[in-house]
């Protein structure tokens, strides 16, 4: 059962150009959605996250846009660099205790080309 | 250094052995976390875990046993390993804001 879907599977941008990746959920009880950075050999890193009470978070080249009423939220990369190129997951989640409970997407390769 | 490490970094193991993967984070963080990621899947939790001696299944449980005797170390133990357990296996700790370790590479022949 997959909560959250996430488009496109691969993006190959531009130096410069602007990069947007597509999330969509179901589950109206997510409260948080957080987007991960992953480099070939490493972990995930978190990379920005927004909560549903705003509909824009910007950090740096970096912007989340987030619309709770389609249920969508979307990456944004400003002027993409060569060393962007990695695989974007986003994430949703919810409360479970006192741990949160992460929803992944199934990941998006980006390649910027110099 | 600290953080999270896990080892191995790549193991190659044959089906119906078992396989003990290891994680461990210098932070004391209460809460721990295995996933798995797989081509199109993302990452999928397997186990997790809010502190020493307690534990509870995620998503993706069937054919793996965790224990958590320490609150540094969450091991993973795949009893009878069988080629779907194929994956790139990352562990995660914090209850909020998860760190990832670097992965470990699991191939079942």
């Known amino acids: 059962q997959q909560q959250v879907k996430q488009s496109p599977q691969s993006l190959i941008v531009q130096k410069g150009g602007i990069s947007i990746i597509n999330c969509a959920y179901e589950n109206t009880a997510f409260d948080y959605f957080p987007w991960y950075q992953q480099f070939p050999g490493k972990g995930p890193a978190l990379l920005i996250a927004i909560r549903p009470d705003v509909s824009e978070k910007k950090e740096g080249r970096f912007t989340i846009s987030f619309n709770k009423s389609a249920k969508q939220f979307s990456l944004h990369i400003m002027d993409s660099q060569p060393g962007d190129s990695a695989t974007y997951f986003c994430?949703?989640?919810?409360?479970?205790?006192?741990?949160?409970?992460?929803?992944f997407g199934s990941g998006t390769q980006l390649t910027v080309l110099p | 250094d600290a953080g999270i490490t896990q080892s191995p970094r790549y193991k190659i193991t044959e089906t119906g052995r078992q396989v003990t993967l290891m994680c461990h984070q210098t932070w004391s963080h209460s809460y721990m976390f295995w996933y798995r990621q797989d081509l199109g899947h993302g990452l999928r939790l397997i186990y997790y875990s809010a502190a020493a001696d307690i534990t509870d299944k995620g998503e993706v449980p069937d054919g793996y046993v965790v224990s958590r005797s320490k609150t540094e170390n969450f091991p993973l133990t795949l009893e009878s390993a069988t080629r779907s357990q194929t994956s790139v296996y990352f562990c995660?700790?914090?209850?909020?804001?998860?760190?990832f370790g670097p992965g470990t590479r699991l191939t079942v022949l």
């Open positions: 995660a700790s914090r209850a909020d804001t998860q760190y």
């Open positions: 994430a949703a989640s919810t409360q479970s205790g006192s741990a949160r409970q992460l929803t």
